[in-house]
Structures are given as structure tokens and as C-alpha cells.
């Protein structure tokens, strides 16, 4: 049974910094890519970066530069640096394969950027 548990939101200040985890169970993390999502009151659930079994990382264009996906094969598990943190990233962050899987969606993790 696959289950993906998302930790490290929180309440953050304009321009601070946060660092997600999401720890994975089951057999999908060493052969995926893994994605970071969120969705904001009212938005739809949108992509936020993804990163390969290899390695290699995409970002949204919203988050390039200030946000970084990574990953630790051994512990089952993605990271997401976000730094430089605005309001509009105010979202509950959730993380799953990429491509996503509707069936792997866990509680997701809150993010709340305010002064």
C-alpha cells in the first residue's frame, strides 16, 4: 500500500523560508519521479516542481529561483527548500508521483505566508 506523508508547513513571514518533507512508503519512490503540487483556496491543484529518479528538476515559473526540490532515495523521501517566500504561496502543499497519481494523494502539508 503506497502512502505518501507530507510534514513542515507552517506559518512563515513574507521572505522567509520553509523546508517540506514527504516521506514515502510502498515500492514507488526508487523508479519515479516525484512532484510537489499545491492548491490555494478557490485554485485548482497546481504542478510546483518534480525531480527524477536521476536527479534531474523542473519548476513551475512561479517558484524558479526561490524553491528547491530534492530528494534522498535511501530514506524514501522528497525535500522542497522554499525560500524567499511571498503570500501567494499561501497553499496546502502536497506531494506525489509525476505524473501524479490520484490514488497517492495524502493530507498535504499547510503553507501560509502573512505578515
Known amino acids: 500500500q503506497v502512502q505518501l506523508v507530507e510534514s513542515g508547513g507552517g506559518l512563515v513571514q513574507p521572505g522567509g523560508s520553509l523546508r517540506l518533507s514527504c516521506a514515502a512508503s510502498?515500492?514507488?519512490?526508487?523508479?519515479?519521479?516525484m512532484g510537489w503540487y499545491r492548491q490555494a483556496p478557490g485554485n485548482q491543484r497546481e504542478f510546483v516542481a518534480r525531480?527524477?529518479?536521476?536527479?534531474?528538476?523542473n519548476y513551475a515559473d512561479s517558484v524558479k529561483g526561490r524553491f528547491t526540490i530534492s530528494r534522498d532515495n535511501a530514506k524514501n523521501t522528497v525535500y522542497l527548500q522554499m525560500n524567499s517566500l511571498k503570500p501567494e504561496d499561501t497553499a496546502v502543499y502536497y506531494c506525489?508521483?509525476?505524473?501524479?497519481?490520484?490514488?497517492?494523494w495524502g493530507q498535504g502539508t499547510q503553507v501560509t505566508v502573512s505578515s
Open positions: 506525489n508521483t509525476w505524473p501524479m497519481n490520484p490514488l497517492y
Open positions: 510502498g515500492n514507488i519512490f526508487r523508479f519515479n519521479a
Open positions: 525531480i527524477t529518479s536521476g536527479g534531474s528538476t
